[in-house]
C-alpha cells in the first residue's frame, strides 16, 4: 500500500528546504595557460615515446649481432670468418656502401666507429689496426748510480706483417757462428710455432712510466718443440721446387693485384694480331712470378702434371644497382680439368691468406685490394715501371718530357701537378721518370706560374678558347698503349 507524506505542522520544519548542492568542478582547465601547459606536456610525451621507439628499432642489429658473437666458440676454426660475417652485415645495415669494402678500407671503417679519446692515440684506439711489425717489451730496474726506477726494453716481435702464411723456407742456421750459415744436412734443427698476442692501449713512455709496458705477451697453448733434418733428395728426380710459380694464363677479369704483371713475349703480338682482326686474345699467359695471382709450390714432391681452373664467386652489386663487383665476401674456387675436383678457398678474399693445397702440393694466396690513389696499400698502390729496349745497344729513341719541365728553369713543359689529393706522399708520381697517372696532368694554372701558360695533355679547366693561358691539348696521350704496358700501378 502507497504512503503518501505529509509536510510536517510544526512550524519549526514547515520551513525546512533540501540542501543547495552546487555544480561539480571539471577537471578540464578552466584558463587558456593550463591548456597550452597541457599539449606541451602531450607533446614531450609522445615525442619521449618515439625516441625510446626508434632508439629501440635503430639498436635492434646491436642485439642480434651480439647474440650471434655470444655463441661463437674461439676454439672453432671458422669462429674468425663467422665473426668477420657479423661485423660485415653490420657495416652494411649502417650504410649499404659498406657492402663493397674490403682489406685496410674495410678495417678502417671498423675503426671509424671506436671512440678516440683524448689521451689516446688513434692507433692504440684501433683494435682492428694491423700496422704492427716490430713489438718491444719494457721492465724496470734500479738505476745504480741515481737508485731511480729506469725502463729498459726487450724487442720481442720483428716480423714482415705481410698477411697469414703457412709455408716457410728454412735455409739458415739463425745460430750459426762460421762463415757460411747454410743448413747442414743431416743435422736436426729445433722451431716452434708460437701465437702471440698485442695489445697497446697507448703508448709507452719511458720517461714518465705510462702506458703499456708490455704490448707482446706469449700464447700458452703452443708450447711443443718440433724437429727438423734437412736430407737431399736422391731417390727421385724432381721437376720442381719450393717457390716455383706454374705458368698463369688469365681468361676473364681484370686487377694485377701489388704483383709487377709481365706476359710472355709472344704475348704482345698475339694481343696485336686479334685487335687488327677485332677479336680478343685467347687468354692472356704470363711469366712466372709475374701474374696478378700467387701459387707456388711448396711440396714438390706432392705436384703432379694438370691443368686447373681458378675463379671468383660471390659477386654483389654497388649501391646503385648498376655494376657488378667482387664484394668482400667473394672466394675462389679451383677445379680439376682433368677430372673435376673442386676446392673452395678457406677465407675471403678480402684477407691476405696463404692457403694450402695439401694434396697437388701448391698454395694459393689471392686477396682483394684497393686501387691506386685511395691511400690504402703500400705505397698508394704504385708497383713500379720499366722501358726495355730489344736492342739494348741500339738507339735509346724513346724520350719524353719529365717532371719539372726540360730543367733549365723554364715552366712551360711542368705540366705534373705538384700535389695531388689522391697521392700526398708522391708515391705515384715517382714511380715513373716519363709516365705519370693522367689525372695528375694539370688543368688550370697556379698562380705562382710564370709565364701564366704552358703545355699540358690534360683538358683544360673550363674548356675555354684556344687562346686561353692554357695551351690546349685535348684529350690526347702520346703512345697510350705503350703507357698501360709499361707502367704498372
Known amino acids: 500500500m502507497a504512503v503518501e507524506h505529509t509536510p510536517p505542522s510544526t512550524y519549526i520544519l514547515r520551513e525546512l528546504h533540501d540542501v543547495a548542492i552546487p555544480d561539480s568542478v571539471s577537471w578540464a582547465p578552466q584558463t587558456i595557460g593550463w591548456k597550452i601547459l597541457g599539449v606541451i606536456l602531450l607533446l614531450v610525451a609522445i615525442y619521449l615515446a618515439y625516441r625510446l621507439a626508434q632508439k629501440w628499432w635503430n639498436n635492434r ?21 663467422r665473426t668477420f660475417k657479423v661485423l660485415k652485415v653490420v657495416l652494411r645495415y649502417l650504410d649499404s656502401s659498406n657492402a663493397k669494402l674490403f682489406g685496410k678500407a674495410y678495417v678502417n671503417r671498423l675503426n671509424a666507429y671506436l671512440p678516440v679519446s683524448a689521451n689516446t692515440s688513434e692507433n692504440s684506439n684501433a683494435f682492428f689496426a694491423d700496422e704492427v711489425s716490430e713489438l718491444w717489451n719494457w ?24 698477411g697469414m702464411k703457412n709455408t716457410l723456407s728454412i735455409t739458415e742456421d739463425q745460430f750459426a757462428t762460421g762463415a757460411d750459415p747454410r743448413l747442414v744436412n743431416h743435422k736436426t734443427y729445433y722451431y716452434m710455432s708460437l701465437a702471440y698476442g698485442f695489445n697497446e692501449y697507448a703508448k709507452f713512455e719511458e720517461d714518465t712510466g705510462t702506458g703499456q709496458p708490455r704490448p707482446y705477451i706469449e700464447g700458452r697453448g703452443n708450447i711443443k718443440t718440433y724437429a727438423y733434418t734437412p736430407r737431399p733428395i736422391v ?18 677479369g681484370v686487377g694485377s693485384g701489388l704483383t709487377f704483371i709481365d706476359m710472355e713475349d709472344d704475348m704482345y703480338d698475339k694481343i696485336l694480331e686479334a685487335s687488327v682482326n677485332g677479336n680478343a686474345a685467347d687468354g692472356v699467359t704470363y711469366k712466372k712470378n709475374a701474374g696478378p695471382v700467387n701459387v707456388k709450390i711448396y711440396n714438390p714432391l706432392d705436384v703432379k702434371e694438370g691443368t686447373f681452373r681458378l675463379e671468383l664467386f660471390g659477386t654483389e652489386l654497388d649501391e646503385n644497382n648498376s655494376t657488378n ?15 673435376g675436383d673442386v676446392i673452395e678457398s678457406d677465407t675471403t678474399i678480402d684477407v691476405s691468406a696463404e692457403q694450402i693445397v695439401e694434396k697437388y702440393g701448391f698454395s694459393i694466396e689471392l686477396n682483394q685490394i684497393a686501387e691506386p690513389g685511395e691511400l690504402r696499400e703500400v705505397n698508394n698502390g704504385a708497383v713500379g715501371s720499366t722501358l726495355e729496349y730489344d736492342d739494348v745497344n741500339g738507339s735509346l729513341w724513346m724520350t719524353a718530357i719529365p717532371d719539372g719541365g726540360l730543367g733549365n728553369g723554364d715552366r712551360l713543359f711542368d705540366w705534373v701537378a705538384n700535389t695531388v689529393a689522391q697521392d700526398p706522399e708522391n708515391d705515384l708520381k715517382e714511380v715513373s721518370d716519363v709516365f705519370y697517372p693522367f689525372s695528375m696532368a694539370r688543368y688550370a694554372p697556379p698562380s705562382e706560374l710564370e709565364p701564366s701558360f704552358y703545355v699540358t695533355p690534360a683538358w683544360k679547366q673550363g674548356q675555354g678558347f684556344l687562346l686561353d ?4 691539348f685535348g684529350d690526347l696521350l702520346l703512345n697510350q698503349d705503350l703507357n698501360l704496358s709499361l707502367i704498372h700501378i
Open 61 to 81: 642489429y646491436r642485439k642480434e649481432a651480439l647474440q650471434e658473437l655470444m655463441v661463437l666458440d674461439a676454439r672453432d676454426k671458422n669462429s674468425t670468418e
Open 325 to 339: 663487383f667482387l664484394g668482400g665476401d667473394a672466394r675462389w674456387r679451383l677445379t680439376n680439368i682433368d677430372d
Open 235 to 252: 731417390y727421385q728426380e724432381l721437376l720442381s721446387n719450393y717457390g716455383d710459380v706454374p705458368s698463369l694464363t688469365r681468361l676473364d
Open 469 to 472: 693561358p692554357v695551351i690546349q
Open 139 to 162: 721492465t724496470s730496474q734500479i738505476s745504480p748510480i741515481s737508485s731511480a726506477i729506469i725502463y729498459a726494453p726487450t724487442r720481442k716481435v720483428v716480423g714482415a706483417n705481410i
